[in-house]
């Protein structure tokens, strides 16, 4: 089992006294780990314990049991209690790392509990980070500009873990996830290109990660109509000749261009029989032809099907229906943002 980023506690920092602060209220901590407890997580209340009294050496120890217990199986069958314990192991260890004056790895934490831990705390995680950030602008000299918090924000925000796909897409042989850093991921991107290891941020929560960004996101009033309600909001981000294969989703999907061009090809539900789903149920709503090379032996009603395609350009917005069919290939570096909402009709 791999170890988790920034984690491990060879080199901990004594905690300070003003570190040793309640970071969950009682009502919520108590019934998560009661809700532990009952998942045999024994050391993980003991050491969360442990930490909501200061020790940050146990808190570390507590993150690293949560961890693990993300890592036990897929990702479909982790028990949700685990992941809320997670968060708030990441909210200990931030909270007493930015006492010890450790801003950089306090950030960190609270940056994989975003990315990694349940809703319970998601909110604590946020205001955490407010909490952290306002620490750091403490002393400011009076009347300066401001100019220096834009660059503490690009300094954190290129800190940022997130998980990458690596390869042509999911369903080759050679794909991937890595857990890197956004820096690390935007170095990658404008490397030499090669499908075998081109990176991509697929499908990701970004918004949830970084407030400041989602606080620029307008969700489109389309998403409610009808009494619709957001199911979630995702990033895609990546270099020229990113692909997702011939799939479908189980929401409206209203897709947005922000920077660059995508193609994108559409084939209506009605077909679906005809475009050779996968039958392993992962993979169901992933076609077995590949579009940009299609084996007409193998699948030969593909040829006569109609579809509907077009170019996403810079401030273009597409709408998906449930269940339709589609295939996106970006035509240069490329970010979008996906708004899945369900509707209260039929789809």
């Not at 009661?34 to 969360?48: L, M």
């Not at 693990?68 to 199986?73: K, Y």
């Not at 503490?152 to 042989?173: A, H, I, M």
Request: proline share 5%; with cysteine; glycine share 8%.
């Amino acid at each position: 089992m791999g170890d988790e980023p920034g984690g491990g506690a060879d080199a901990v920092p004594p905690a300070t006294e003003a570190a040793m602060v309640v970071v969950v209220d009682e009502e919520r901590r108590a019934t998560l780990l009661r809700n532990i407890t009952v998942e045999g997580g024994f050391a993980y209340v003991s050491s969360a314990e442990l930490a909501a009294g200061g020790d940050l050496r146990a808190a570390e120890a507590a993150r690293e049991m949560a961890w693990e217990q993300l890592h036990s199986g897929p990702w479909h069958e982790v028990v949700p209690a685990w992941r809320d314990a997670y968060a708030m192991a990441c909210l200990h260890v931030a909270e007493l790392r930015a006492g010890a004056g450790d801003r950089r790895e306090a950030l960190r934490a609270l940056d994989m509990g975003l990315m990694m831990g349940g809703p319970l705390l998601r909110c604590d995680l946020h205001a955490a980070v407010e909490r952290i950030m306002a620490r750091s602008g403490e002393g400011k000299a009076e009347g300066s500009d401001g100019g220096d918090s834009v660059e503490r924000w690009k300094e954190e925000f290129s800190k940022n873990w997130d998980l990458t796909e690596v390869g042509k897409n999911y369903l080759c042989s050679e794909w991937k996830q890595e857990l890197i850093t956004f820096s690390q991921f935007l170095e990658r991107i404008w490397s030499t290109y090669s499908s075998a290891n081109m990176t991509y941020l697929a499908q990701h929560p970004l918004f949830d990660q970084i407030q400041e960004l989602r606080n620029d996101i307008m969700i489109p009033d389309y998403c409610f109509a009808g009494g619709g309600e957001l199911q979630s909001l995702n990033a895609w981000f990546g270099p020229l000749g990113t692909v997702t294969p011939l799939h479908h989703d189980p929401h409206h999907n209203l897709f947005a261009q922000v920077v660059g061009r995508k193609y994108i090809r559409l084939y209506p539900a009605s077909v679906s029989e005809d475009l050779y789903p996968h039958s392993e149920s992962m993979l169901s709503n992933s076609s077995q032809v590949d579009l940009d090379n299609i084996d007409l032996k193998e699948f030969p009603k593909v040829e006569d099907l109609d579809f509907t395609d077009c170019i996403l350009e810079e401030g273009d917005m597409l709408y998906i229906p449930p269940k339709w069919w589609h295939y996106v290939r970006s035509l240069s570096t490329s970010f979008s943002v996906s708004f899945w909402w369900s509707g209260t009709g039929p789809s």
